[in-house]
């Protein structure tokens, strides 16, 4: 099953190899991973998604656990949570395609970032089945270049 | 006053306590090694390779319980060092490494000896460190220390650029104490996880305890035979656990595992309730995780979380040190009312009347187990037994009845080739007072041949009792076993006269035979009590170490010597390693 891992851990150097070091060592999978500071400039959060049976993800959450630098985890799929992923995405356009392109725009509530007389580039940010539902719609001829910054999360209990 | 960093480093080994460093200079450290000459406290040992000063170290832990100290430089200094510092952290052995690292401004330039020490170590040390500023010092070799020796233990590396040894800074106190948000090392076990399982304890019919190396390193060994005694339960131990309750009481099975005893091994098979103290289910001790201990319920002990529930799912987890959890268990136990267990020992004697670690001697040739037998009767059991990897380690495990807990040392974990000299050595070292025998084979002697200089120049009297077969015994085991007799390069064709090795190394050499010469060479060898002798023993060359349990068997499935056949098992097994 798919799992959403929050992450705090001490914002110093070589921390986020620690992390990668240790799904690689024990073959843990990574289905994504971002890393930035946080409101305290000494901490980092770290958002990882990875997919594995319960026994393994009880494994990730206490191997994470042991690395000295870290502070917190969480297992966010365990709690009530919110999700979001952003995708910029080219979209290439013609005098034929515009019209159909803009519509599923705003079908999907996508933003336009910047025109050009062939392309849009685009962005939206949604849960991860939104982005892979907005790309299925369209041809993969349309869809120029996609940059997605994986999955970050947050706790729903304040 | 200012000090240099070095100065700073050396000074705060000393406020650490540091009695011993084992080491080796290089250009990175020179500045260090200035500072240390200059320190009187701080014995240091100069190694003949790097991987000796952590295996030296190492050795000096767990026979002390203190932390052990290796100093090394830059590049190969450090690259020697790592299969010490990965052998003290599968074992979780207390290390600090202190590593010379190139000048700071030539970092990530390929400089002369520079390597990635923190990178190449990341997943063999339980942290490190790269010191990037002179203030750094002091409090990170406070944290070290901290992280190395609370918590599980294990090994530390703080990499220290040569710039940043030689720049100076007004002296401030060493710290006292160290609080890290992110590491907490006191973990107190749940009550209510205790109550549970001395419910679970009281009921048992067929209970055994299954103490493994986090009773020796928690020195829990006094609670463990208190709560042993006061249960009546029977006990049995893991490699790395041998020593932690006395192998000569009646309520020890013995070793269990791969090679365990016939009894351990049964009773866990047949145990309705398994309690592993400090012991972690390792592969060598499971077998085939699908038929391991199938009508038991577990108790897990052990103060690291991530081992609960990794290998074998507990039914009752307890984290927490395993002192304290057992302190807790006599506590409650006390006046508790447990269940009658006598059909549980009657049949755990018959199990032991299988006697399965008797062995036929064959006239003419030297029986290794008659060896370590021996070595048993003239230490009169009392000896630090160091060991290196294969045939010749099951043995000592087997044969040597170890009463005491850091009486036996050895790479259980990461099964390292060339422990056991330089780790003797450290023994050696540490409990001066204690006669150290290392248990070895023709093949792991070969590979830390070079600290027997070291053991001269610092006085440390080893006795080396070789079990010389020409062959890598282990591995000739397995491909008899499984390779059909095919012994792909196990055989040492060429090896070197040991005696006249020994004695050019300024140590005393005796060769044994015969049997009838074995017990007057270790009589002789024990007398000498300020000197080193490599008794290089003739043994037979076709033993192999039972009971086994053969890959992809479960603890059931053991095989005796001289009474079953060992068969190849069904090519998928050969997984297991």
Partial sequence: MRHIISVILENEAGALSRVAGLFSARGFNIESLTVAATTDSTLSRMTIVSVGDDGIIEQIVKQLDKLIDVVKVVDLTATEHIERELLLAKISISSDTQADVEAKLDQFNAKIIDAAEEAYIVELAGKSQKIKDFLSAFNAEQIIEVSRTGVTGVCQKI | ?577
């Fill in chain 2, 1 to 577: 006053m200012k000090l240099n960093g070095a100065q700073i480093l050396v000074n705060s080994l000393k406020s650490e306590g540091v009695s011993h460093v084992f080491g080796y200079p290089g250009g990175a450290v020179l500045h260090i090694y200035d500072a240390l000459n200059a320190c009187e406290d701080i014995k240091h040992i100069l190694v003949r390779h790097e991987q000796g000063a952590t295996h030296g170290a190492d050795g000096y832990a767990r026979a002390s319980g203190k932390c052990g100290v290796t100093l090394v430089t830059s590049g190969p200094g450090i690259t020697n060092a790592v299969t010490g510092i990965a052998t003290a952290h599968m074992d979780s052995i207390p290390m600090v490494i202190i590593s010379g690292q190139v000048p700071s401004p030539l970092i990530g330039m390929d400089a002369f000896q520079e390597v990635d020490a923190v990178g190449i170590t990341r997943s063999c040390v339980k942290h490190n460190f790269l010191i990037k500023d002179i203030s750094e010092i002091a409090i990170t070799v406070k944290k070290a220390f901290h992280i190395a020796t609370t918590g599980r233990p294990g090994p530390v590396l703080i990499d220290i650029p040569k710039d940043i040894t030689i720049a100076k800074m007004e002296v401030e106190e060493y710290p006292k104490t160290i609080e890290m948000r992110s590491y907490k090392s006191t973990i107190k076990a749940s009550d209510h996880q205790i109550k549970k399982a001395v419910v679970m304890l009281a009921n048992s019919k067929r209970p055994i305890l299954y103490a493994g190396g986090g009773c020796i390193i928690g020195n829990a060994s006094k609670e463990l035979r208190e709560f042993t005694h006061m249960t009546g339960f029977p006990i049995t131990q893991t490699l790395m656990g041998l020593g932690a309750y006395p192998m000569t009481d009646n309520q020890s099975l013995g070793m269990l595992g791969m090679h365990g005893t016939y009894e351990a091994n049964m009773a866990m098979h047949g145990s309705d309730c398994v309690v592993a103290i400090g012991s972690r289910f390792d592969d060598r001790i499971t077998g085939n995780l699908e038929k391991f201990c199938p009508t038991a319920k577990f108790i897990h002990i052990d103060i690291d979380p991530s081992q609960i529930s990794k290998n074998v799912v507990a039914d009752i987890p307890i984290v927490g040190q395993t002192k304290q959890v057992l302190q807790a268990l006599i506590d409650q136990m006390k006046d508790k009312k447990l269940a009658d267990i006598s059909n549980w020992w009657s049949q755990i004697e018959e199990w032991r009347k299988v006697d399965s670690l008797a062995y036929k001697k064959s006239p003419g040739v030297i029986k290794p187990q008659t060896v370590i037998e021996m070595l048993y009767e003239v230490t009169k059991g009392k000896a630090i037994v160091t060991s290196d990897v294969g045939q010749h380690q099951m043995w000592a495990a087997q044969y040597y009845l170890f009463d005491e807990p850091r009486q036996w040392i050895n790479s259980g974990g990461l099964g390292t080739m060339g422990f056991g000299l330089p780790a003797a050595m450290g023994a050696k070292l540490a409990m001066p007072d204690r006669d150290v025998a290392c248990v070895t084979g023709d093949g792991s002697i070969q590979m830390m041949l070079q600290e027997l200089s070291t053991m001269l120049q610092y006085s440390t009297p080893v006795k080396i009792i070789n079990l010389n077969n020409g062959y890598l015994g282990m591995v000739r085991q397995w491909q008899e076993f499984f390779y059909e007799k095919r012994y792909a390069m196990s055989y040492m064709e060429a090896l070197p006269d040991f005696v006249k090795l020994a004695e050019s190394y300024g140590h005393m050499g005796i060769r044994v035979e015969k049997e009838e010469d074995l017990k007057p060479a270790l009589i002789e060898a024990f007398n000498q009590k300020e000197r080193t002798v490599f008794l290089d023993i003739v043994t037979d060359p076709s033993e192999n170490v039972f009971p086994m349990i053969p890959a992809g068997g479960g603890h059931s499935d053991m095989l005796l010597a001289g009474r079953d056949e060992m068969v190849s098992k069904d090519e998928t097994d050969f997984n297991a390693v």
